[in-house]
Nanobody, 123 residues
Framework: QVQLVESGGGLVQAGDSLRLSCAVS????????MAWFRQAPEKDRELVAA????????YYTDSVKGRFTIARDNAMTTVSLQMTMLKPEGTAVYYC????????????????WGQGTQVTVSS
């Protein structure tokens, strides 16, 4: 069983940077996919960034390309999301997730979820 715990959220101003971390424990595998989702108030949860633990090209939703970076440590204990040039529309609860089947764009493809961390971007 894999457990995920996010941290690093907070209140920032537009244009600021923030780094989210997801502590991974349990039986994660290099074949797993990892991702960051976010859910803004009254909106559906959306995939923000994703990659496989083993490497390969990451995925980013268009609205964050060039500003966000998803990364992992070699020990497979931490997944991070470095966010720069934050915008007010980035205000959301951010979730870390893992997929036993590798990188997938479908929310239903993720098997493990963290509890979420709030990011609020003021204008």
């Amino acid at each position: 069983q894999v457990q995920l715990v996010e941290s690093g959220g907070g209140l920032v101003q537009a244009g600021d940077s923030l780094r989210l971390s997801c502590a991974v424990s349990g039986r994660a595998s290099s074949s797993f996919g990892m991702a960051w989702f976010r859910q803004a108030p009254e909106k559906d949860r959306e995939l923000v960034a994703a990659r496989n633990w083993w490497g390969g090209s990451p995925y980013y939703t268009d609205s964050v390309k060039g500003r966000f970076t998803i990364a992992r440590d070699n020990a497979m204990t931490t997944v991070s999301l470095q966010m720069t040039m934050l915008k007010p529309e980035g205000t959301a609860v951010y979730y870390c997730a893992e997929s036993r089947g590798g990188l997938t764009y479908k929310e239903t493809g993720y098997d493990y979820w963290g509890q979420g961390t709030q990011v609020t971007v003021s204008s």
